[in-house]
């Protein structure tokens, strides 16, 4: 059995229509655990309480594979995790906002503190130590990444990267409720993930 941390966004409060609710339903119906925490204050967040709830729900499990999925502003929270950071086996990273974007939205700006990994790298964010097998999924056309994740994210840290063209921010709004390609990741982590 496979233990699954599903981490959400800014303002999400696990609608059934986002791909995340989907995905924990349908790993749940597989028999794999799944930890899908609602995040404190999802509309006014704070980062030491996401940090908090990061190690709350992310202790290892006893047995199996760990794997973190984190969309929007929890990337953030991933990469600033630092030593309270879990230990999974993979993460998939989906829509990050990128750093100025994040800025600029004064109930988050704290996410973005010093995250400049064009300027900082890898080492700074501590994931070279880990041994973690990480993918940056993105769309092209994300209001809050209007450069593209693979410039602030993939590229910086030498990620192993997915583009899904006209994707956007990977959330209902773009069409993104059922999403069968990151079923498929999850149970396979050799299979790409694409658009629905």
């Not at 059995?1 to 966004?9: D, P, S, V």
């Not at 995905?23 to 749940?28: P, V």
């Not at 908090?52 to 992310?58: I, K, M, R």
């Not at 030498?158 to 409720?177: F, I």
Request: proline share 9%.
């Amino acid at each position: 059995m496979t233990t699954y941390l599903i981490l959400h966004g800014f303002q999400n409060h696990r609608p059934p229509g986002h791909w995340q609710h989907w995905l924990a339903g349908e790993l749940r119906a597989r028999g794999h655990e799944v930890r899908y925490p609602q995040l404190p204050e999802a509309d006014a967040p704070v980062l030491e309480d996401w940090l908090a709830a990061l190690e709350e729900h992310g202790e290892r499990p006893a047995d199996g594979e760990f794997v973190v999925l984190a969309h929007s502003l929890s990337v953030l929270l991933w990469l600033r995790a630092g030593e309270r950071r879990p230990d999974a086996d993979r993460v998939l990273l989906v829509a990050p906002p990128s750093p100025p974007v994040t800025a600029s939205i004064p109930a988050i700006a704290a996410f973005a503190d010093g995250l400049d990994l064009a300027e900082k790298g890898l080492a700074e964010t501590g994931l070279a130590e880990t041994g973690v097998r990480a993918r940056l999924v993105y769309g092209d056309g994300d209001p809050y990444c209007p450069e593209g994740a693979d410039v602030h994210y993939g590229t910086p840290l030498g990620l192993d990267t997915d583009h899904v063209p006209g994707g956007a921010h990977l959330n209902p709004d773009s069409g993104y409720g059922e999403w069968s390609s990151v079923l498929e990741w999850c149970e396979n982590p050799a299979a790409r993930v694409k658009g629905r």
